[in-house]
């Protein structure tokens, strides 16, 4: 089983910022993909940012300049340094893990809320 530990959610200020993170244990041959998706009340989930195993990245262009994702390969742990938040952020956040053989595995989600 492949298991992922996500922390770092919270309360920021609009203009704050906050880092999330995510772990990832269990059977892991090799992580294809990593990333961050959100989902607000009401509205479906939606690619945040993704860093694939060769290194590339892609954002959503409603963060882009703002959000940077990044890895740690050693530790199989993909962070999210979110800046200059928005009030539209607020959502859950999952981390999601494409392994090579087990395929696609989430976290269970942390609440990031950003209120004045």
């Known amino acids: 089983q492949v298991q992922l530990v996500e922390s770092g959610g919270g309360l920021a200020q609009p203009g704050g910022s906050l880092s999330l993170s995510c772990a990832a244990s269990g059977s892991i041959f090799s992580i294809k993909a990593m990333g961050w998706y959100r989902q607000a009340p009401g509205k479906q989930r939606e690619l945040v940012a993704q860093?694939?195993?060769?290194?590339?990245?892609d954002y959503s262009d409603s963060v882009k300049g703002r959000f940077t994702i990044s890895r740690d390969n050693a530790k199989n742990t993909v962070y999210l340094q979110m800046n200059t938040l928005k009030p539209e952020d607020t959502a859950v956040y999952y981390c999601?893990?494409?392994?090579?053989?087990?395929?696609?595995?989430w976290g269970q989600g942390t609440q990031v809320t950003v209120s004045s």
């Open positions: 999601r893990i494409v392994e090579s053989y087990s395929g696609s595995h």
């Open positions: 860093v694939t195993s060769g290194g590339s990245t």
